[in-house]
């Protein structure tokens, strides 16, 4: 009889318990995914989006058992773990800007061979975070002689290549809308503006991807022996569109697409300091002429050959789902940051 006599209730809470989520639904409509085919299975489209937890048969009450004996603080724990996607500003969101999760070069075959590195494992599956400031320390000052070359542009990775030459898994040998095309680009608009460089377009990931920046190495260690001059080096690279927010690899700069870029720099080089303050003052002067073209700073355990000078840029232009002529108009951009950093660090 007891049992009988609390069905009514048990069905009127059940009444007002789905009422509620419906309001809720309502009220989240904006934030949600969800798009309800028709009344008929509103609710359930209500129930998956508000609820993931809930609706992928998950317990709720295992959640976070061991906060149990704290009902405020379960209460709390419960209402974040089911509503994941909505954040403290009323944003969908599930990080900031500055916690966004890129990984580097996953895209391309085989693996890696680094060189000079404390562990010569692959980075694969590792992610790292991004990192941005908006003001910076100013690098040394350093001399240079402008009737000389002062800044080597090469390759590690140099058949890296962006829509629309997509054979062998945006690679390819010959220069057409790869990052060579890109760095001839920029050494030209630099030579335009008086700084004399020096671009070096050799092959170091092909036939053999592994040894890439152990052949770079060789190349970048001769080109400084035979050009004293030289003190600002630049390895370009593009990135990988498979680890990329959708829709975030390009800003509008003068009415036309440019591809969004970021500078890698290996923590593990004995001169980090120095290379982190470089790409700081980069990114600071960047964000002062082109705001928003940057797509930050990526800090990795490894060396990458960045040890060979201070002023070291690994620069990724883009990603293989931007077109060339995107990563064209930053590399066109980067120089006109690059000069004028030149001229603020120059003696």
Do not use: W
């Not at 035979?226 to 003068?254: C, L």
């Amino acid at each position: 009889m007891k049992k009988q006599g609390h069905l009514p209730l048990l069905i009127m809470v059940a009444v007002i318990v789905c009422f509620f989520f419906f309001l809720v639904y309502v009220s989240f409509e904006g934030y949600s995914d969800v798009q309800a085919n028709g009344e008929d299975d509103m609710f359930k489209q209500c129930i998956k989006s508000v609820f993931p937890v809930v609706s992928r048969g998950s317990d709720v009450g295992r959640i976070v058992p061991e906060e149990k004996a704290d009902s405020d603080n379960f209460f709390k724990k419960i209402i974040k773990n089911i509503y994941p996607v909505i954040s403290g500003n009323g944003t969908a969101t599930a990080s900031s800007e500055t916690e966004r999760i890129n990984y580097f070069e996953r895209n391309d075959p085989g693996s890696e061979t680094q060189v000079e590195i404390e562990n010569d494992e692959t980075d694969k599956g590792i992610n790292y975070q991004i990192i941005s400031s908006e003001k910076a320390k100013m690098p040394e000052k350093v001399s240079l002689d402008f009737s000389k070359p002062i800044v080597y542009i090469y390759h590690t990775h140099a058949t890296e290549s962006y829509e629309p030459v997509v054979i062998d898994n945006y690679h390819s040998v010959e220069e057409p809308g790869t990052v060579r095309e890109v760095g001839e680009r920029m050494a030209k608009q630099l030579e335009s503006k008086g700084v004399k460089v020096i671009h070096d377009k050799t092959i170091h990931d092909y036939p053999s991807y592994n040894e890439s920046y152990r052949r770079s190495l060789e190349t970048i260690k001769k080109g400084l022996e035979e050009n004293k001059s030289v003190k600002i080096v630049i390895d370009i690279h593009r990135d990988a569109a498979d680890y990329k927010p959708e829709n975030q690899n390009t800003v509008v700069i003068d009415n036309l697409k440019a591809a969004k870029y970021c500078i890698v720099v290996g923590t593990n080089n004995e001169n980090y300091k120095a290379l982190k303050t470089f790409a700081d003052y980069i990114l600071y002067k960047g964000n002062l002429i082109y705001p928003g073209l940057d797509d930050g700073i990526i800090e990795k355990p490894y060396k990458f050959n960045e040890y060979v000078t201070d002023y070291y840029i690994l620069l990724e232009i883009g990603d293989n789902e931007n077109d060339i002529k995107e990563a064209l108009k930053t590399a066109d951009c980067f120089a006109e940051i690059l000069y004028s950093v030149i001229n603020d660090i120059k003696k």
